[in-house]
């Protein structure tokens, strides 16, 4: 390899891992907002228009998968071969022939949503739901072109399209979904339209998002047209040309030029096994708005009632999404990390990293259910204004440390190239939550839908997490990965219990009056904060996290460290 290619190669390393970082930011900004936006909403519009919200999303989300198919990921592959190969102009093809694909299949999913929104809320037993259902829809027409450019772009190794329509995306859907909220219920409109408002932030988030990553083709395309009349044949956006690869399809696109129906059939080919994979969370997230209300009114209850209900039980994935979110920001540096390690035939690398992200998982995933389910309560009354729905909230919250074993565990299947494990495990769940939501709520309501949840993920989880280790090779110390964590985190939930019992007697004591809501603001930050300390503590005095791991962290060295020595705390 002669000095330029190696700088080349130098730089397109340090282009890479600038691309990961900028996606992977915006993806959390973007989830962030997504996900926390769930509050305000019950908040302002109650639980009944959050129950809609809650059971149309899910299918909205699912419909979309189904749309697009796995379609960027493909994209983003096939460009990056032709790309690879200097090949500017298929890979401009692959955008044009996966973009008409994609607006038949979103046109054809628009139709079903629309046109069967009744028949929709009909399965559902929740004809409240077929605003919702009608306003999503025209979000299909949007969002396939728009996964098409940033695969394409991604293709490039440009993440900054993709980033930047990420955010602005989520941006304006909020901003509309609180804007109509706001306008309808001042109007006096009823739940349904209420419901169908917030759902339609959904379509203008996509057409902004859109819009964006038009922006960015017209200005690369323009910049094309400048290059090309100075310079010749000149790559569409501003990156550094990888040098050829030995890919086979890059070669073969040298040779002969592939008919557009044979590219449709080799994206097909490749899209859909990770659509299988993309549905399957959807699908088990999907079951609880299919089966709920229907059950919910076996349970006693008519529609509205059921529909608020439904919103009682939502109270809890907000939070339990966010460690899930934490979990997916793991995993994106997990999958190649683990996918390198073993096409260098480097076993112990392979298997101390496996070891640790799992080992990190159980670490985090079980202080988190722990933690949330300990505070339900309180944390239900701040966020949500009252404790209803505060046990299946607290069962809820156990579902953190499964989905995020899942999530872990998974990708590490995925690094080893066990794609479709990972998603029959989550339908193996699904298939699950649906006998255990059929026995539990008629009986018990939201609480037996919530421990239905419970067993659901951790059929998932463990199974997940059974093939990783068997695949691995890890065998994880009983005592130090299993026992003493149980051991923290036993600490952690009673020293919860002492803030959650003894302050509120304590303010009454000091008569210190407060709103239920500032109270239980109070209690449930007070006890993130007591618990979190005591927790950390007792990782490193028990040694569930060494001495050395902790030196891996730069902002712990030196002092930070030098202390918790001196106080006995780490060995």
């Known amino acids: 390899m002669n000095s330029k290619q190696k700088l080349q190669d130098k730089q397109m390393g340090s282009m890479l891992l600038k691309g990961a970082v900028v996606l992977g930011l915006a993806t959390i900004v973007s989830k962030l907002i997504g996900t926390m936006q769930k509050i305000p909403l019950q908040n302002m519009a109650g639980d009944a228009v959050f129950g809609i919200y809650n059971a149309v999303y899910p299918l909205y989300i699912l419909i979309l998968f189904l749309a697009t198919a796995g379609f ?18 298929e890979a401009r093809r692959v955008l044009k022939v996966a973009s008409y694909v994609l607006i038949a299949s979103g046109f054809t999913c628009f139709l079903l949503l629309f046109y069967g ?171 609880d708005s299919f089966t709920l209300p229907r059950l919910l009114k076996l349970h006693g209850l008519d529609e509205t009632e059921a529909l608020y209900q439904f919103g009682l039980y939502n109270h809890g994935l907000p939070l339990v999404q966010l460690v899930a979110m934490m979990a997916s920001s793991i995993s994106a540096a997990l999958v190649p990390s683990i996918a390198a390690a073993k096409l260098l035939s480097e076993p112990e690398i392979l298997r101390n990293r496996a070891s640790t992200a799992l080992r990190l998982t159980w670490v985090i995933g079980l202080a988190a259910s ?80 919530a421990l239905a949840a419970v067993g659901a993920y951790a059929l998932a989880g463990l199974l997940a997490l059974a093939h990783a280790l068997r695949a691995t090779g890890v065998t994880p110390a009983i005592g130090r990965a299993v026992i003493k964590p149980l051991l923290c985190v036993g600490l952690m939930a009673a020293s919860l219990l002492a803030v959650t019992h003894g302050l509120p007697a304590l303010l009454g004591a000091l008569s210190v009056a407060l709103p239920p809501r500032g109270s239980a603001t109070i209690v449930a930050l007070a006890g993130v904060a007591v618990g979190a300390l005591v927790y950390i503590l007792a990782l490193v005095r028990l040694g569930v996290v060494s001495a050395a791991e902790l030196e891996q962290i730069p902002k712990l060295r030196g002092k930070p460290l030098a202390l918790l020595r001196k106080v006995g705390l780490l060995r």
Not at 72 to 89: D, G, I, N, R, T
Not at 137 to 159: E, H, I
Not at 168 to 192: C, K, N, P, S
Not at 403 to 420: D, P
Request: hydrophobic content about 50%; glycine content about 8%.
């Open 72 to 89: 960027p990921l493909v994209v983003s592959k096939f460009v990056s071969e032709q790309v690879a190969m200097q090949q500017y102009e």
């Open 117 to 287: 929104a009744d028949w929709l809320a009909e399965l559902m037993d929740a004809k409240q739901t077929s605003l919702a259902i009608r306003s999503v829809s025209f979000a299909l027409l949007l969002v396939p072109v728009m996964s098409a450019l940033r695969g394409y772009y991604q293709g490039y190794q440009n993440m900054i399209p993709t980033a930047v329509s990420q955010v602005i995306e989520q941006t304006v859907r909020v901003a509309t979904m609180f804007g109509l909220l706001l306008l309808f219920m001042h109007w006096g409109y009823g739940a349904d339209w209420v419901a169908a408002g917030a759902t339609f932030g959904s379509v203008t988030g996509a057409a902004a998002g859109l819009i964006v990553m038009l922006v960015y083709h017209r200005k690369a395309k323009r910049k094309d047209e400048r290059d090309q009349s100075a310079a010749g044949a000149l790559t569409p956006v501003e990156t550094i040309t990888p040098h050829p690869s030995d890919s086979a399809h890059g070669l073969q696109s040298l040779q002969t030029r592939e008919s557009d129906w044979s590219l449709v059939r080799r994206l097909l080919l490749y899209a859909l096994p990770i659509c299988l994979g993309t549905i399957s969370l959807p699908i088990l997230t999907l079951v």
């Open 370 to 449: 722990v933690g949330l389910s300990v505070l339900a309560e309180p944390l239900n009354v701040m966020f949500y204004k009252s404790a209803d729905g505060s046990f299946a909230m607290s069962l809820l919250s156990l579902t953190a440390l499964f989905s995020t074993l899942n999530i872990i565990a998974g990708s590490v299947l995925q690094g080893f190239g066990a794609v479709v494990a990972p998603a029959l495990y989550l339908l193996a769940a699904a298939a699950a939550k649906i006998a255990a939501n059929a026995a539990l709520v008629p009986h018990w309501g939201i609480d037996g839908a």
